[in-house]
């Protein structure tokens, strides 16, 4: 491989506008955004079977989950059967929007190639008339899948919500093609204090040592997000425990829970009905206010039947996330043939309706990981299975440690910048030179602290990182990347995913992304980033998968072939690239 070192003052000011052909179209059709997602229930009704004369393929993903053309979002009961992987999803047959919403399902045997089946569910009966939104797979004794999904009874404004359940027609099928909807549905109705209108998106559900069956549905009553538990002896008759498994004021609609256990020991995932002293359990819910995650680790009670989240926990908006960036409506499952606990987490566009119509599709799942609890039991670590190695290609590699000293870019060659898999390792002598964390931004979320520490703001210990996705001359790039701070009795360290300058592109929203990671770098001051980079997302995991970031961005000039990859350090504290791996990223042999 080739490595070209430029001396750059590193500031290269405003960036100038390419003038678009949508700009009419996006006066128009403004899209509502709220922390950088596209809230999915904004509806379009002019637009939702409006399909494209001709997909667009630039800016479409290579390696990650994507069906040939129109909208998706949540991922739903992703499960595994006889051999055979089940990723289920929302989607719109018609149009590039949200609406005419159906469980799209595809199957794989390696969680990379997909194969696409009919639809498994769609609206159909009194129950589901105007809607089958999401739900999540449980495997009854005897290896017998179930589907539970929220129904729409009645249409909008009110969109009243119902919980139904679904099973295959033919179990000895290991693809599932075909799916029922029993005329006893709906098993759950808001009947007793619920609110009909935010009643939605059943757990999995977990068997506890009475032969009860439980599952949450997630809720709201005025600000507060609520957690409800229902339990059943058959699956069939479920009924409303006195108080829910858990609440908390001020953060609205909890969509899509999520309620599983992680082992205190080790990287194995766990069967959501395990339950002992060795376990933890994670509550995770999307919230509906702010377009993002937040989950917490705790305890379990089950003869109370009561969640309580540890001391170390934040539980609110502020609390810990999977996915600092362009990540929501996530949903898990146990691998049972590799023992793992597996995450699908849904990344939409971050540009406009109008341009999501005119390229004929919106809306990606981003590359399945691999979760497990961190050793200090405080927070979870990710990581992408570990199929995903098998589309690596031609291999780009550092033969010797790279200093940068401040402004310095290192271009990493050999490889499709635009479509790639990079590994790297950075190391420091001193943190000496950390920036005082100033203690004002205690009140600021990490995202803003970023916006005002980017990449071409100097520091001391860093910022230092990648640039992905960068154009030449640098009109363009997604830089990635960390900064250490001097705190009390401690350092600080943010990292970020800043799409401020992603794309001359006008009409999109391009938000600096950023989380803090919670390493200890006094001692051996090195820290580790790998970001799967593909065309029009870049998924960093930083310090071996303690703090996740996704974003979606639109390069015009960093495309295909044009596009690069550097290493950067533009802090004043020479940073040592110990050892860099990248790989081209071939296609899946079949994507949908």
Request: charged share 20%; glycine share 8%; hydrophobic share 35%.
């Amino acid at each position: 491989m080739g490595v070209t070192i430029r001396n750059r003052n590193y500031d290269h000011g405003s960036l100038p506008f390419l003038q678009s052909l949508l700009a009419i179209l996006l006066v128009l059709t403004t899209t509502l955004y709220i922390n950088g997602v596209e809230a999915f229930h904004e509806i379009h009704y002019n637009l939702q079977s409006v399909g494209a004369e001709n997909v667009k393929q630039v800016h479409r993903t290579g390696y990650h989950f994507q069906p040939k053309q129109n909208w998706i979002n949540d991922p739903n009961g992703p499960m595994y059967y006889k051999g055979v992987y089940h990723l289920f999803y929302q989607y719109n047959p018609k149009g590039a929007v949200w609406g005419n919403i159906v469980w799209a399902h595809s199957v794989s045997t390696d969680l990379i190639n997909w194969t696409p089946l009919e639809p498994a569910i769609f609206p159909s009966k009194p129950f589901d008339k105007y809607g089958c939104w999401s739900g999540s797979a449980t495997i009854l004794p005897g290896n017998k899948p179930v589907i539970l999904y929220t129904g729409i009874v009645e249409g909008p404004p009110k969109n009243v919500q119902v919980q139904n359940y679904a099973i295959p027609a033919n179990l000895s099928d290991p693809y599932l093609r075909k799916w029922i909807k029993p005329d006893n549905n709906p098993l759950v109705v808001a009947n007793n204090g619920e609110n009909a209108t935010a009643f939605r998106d059943p757990t999995t559900a977990w068997l506890d040592k009475s032969g009860h069956w439980k599952m949450l549905v997630g809720s709201k009553r005025n600000r507060r997000g609520i957690a409800y538990l229902y339990r059943s002896k058959d699956f069939i008759k479920w009924t409303k425990a006195k108080h829910p498994i858990h609440s908390q004021a001020n953060t609205g609609m909890w969509e899509c829970p999520d309620f599983f256990p992680v082992s205190l020991k080790g990287l194995n995932g766990l069967d959501t009905s395990v339950t002992g002293e060795s376990v933890k359990h994670v509550l995770k819910v999307s919230l509906d206010l702010t377009r993002y995650e937040y989950y917490t680790v705790g305890t379990y009670l089950t003869d109370k039947d009561r969640y309580v989240p540890d001391n170390t926990s934040v539980d609110g908006w502020a609390g810990l996330r999977y996915d600092y960036g362009n990540f929501y409506a996530s949903k898990t499952f146990f691998d049972p043939s590799k023992n793992r606990r597996i995450l699908w987490g849904w990344a939409n566009e971050s540009d406009s309706t109008a341009h999501d119509v005119a390229k004929g599709w919106a809306g990606i799942q981003l590359i399945p990981r691999t979760l497990w609890l961190d050793t200090s039991g405080k927070q979870l670590m990710q990581w992408p299975i570990e199929e995903l190695e098998t589309l690596r290609g031609s291999k780009a590699k550092f033969s010797t440690k790279q200093e940068l000293a401040k402004g310095q870019l290192v271009e990493v060659k050999g490889i499709t910048a635009a479509q790639a898999d990079v590994e790297v390792t950075f190391s420091f002598k001193s943190l000496a030179k950390a920036e005082p964390f100033d203690p004002k931004w205690l009140e600021y979320d990490a995202e803003k602290i970023c916006s005002l520490k980017g990449s071409t703001v100097q520091g001391g210990v860093g910022p230092f990182g990648l640039l992905t996705l960068a154009s030449e001359k640098l009109e363009e790039y997604t830089p990635v990347f960390f900064r250490v701070f001097k705190a009390q009795n401690t350092h600080k360290v943010l990292m970020c995913s800043d799409a401020t300058r992603s794309s001359l592109k006008e009409g999109l929203y391009r938000p600096s992304f950023a989380g803090f990671v919670d390493v200890d770098l006094a001692t051996d001051k090195k820290i580790s980033l790998r970001s799967l980079i593909d065309n029009s997302v870049v998924e960093s995991f930083g310090a071996k998968g303690k703090t996740c970031i996704s974003s979606r961005v639109y390069p015009t000039l960093a495309v295909y072939e044009n596009a690069h990859l550097y290493v950067f350090n533009n802090g004043s504290e020479t940073i040592t690239v110990e050892n860099l791996d990248a790989w081209s990223m071939k296609k899946p042999l079949r994507m949908n």
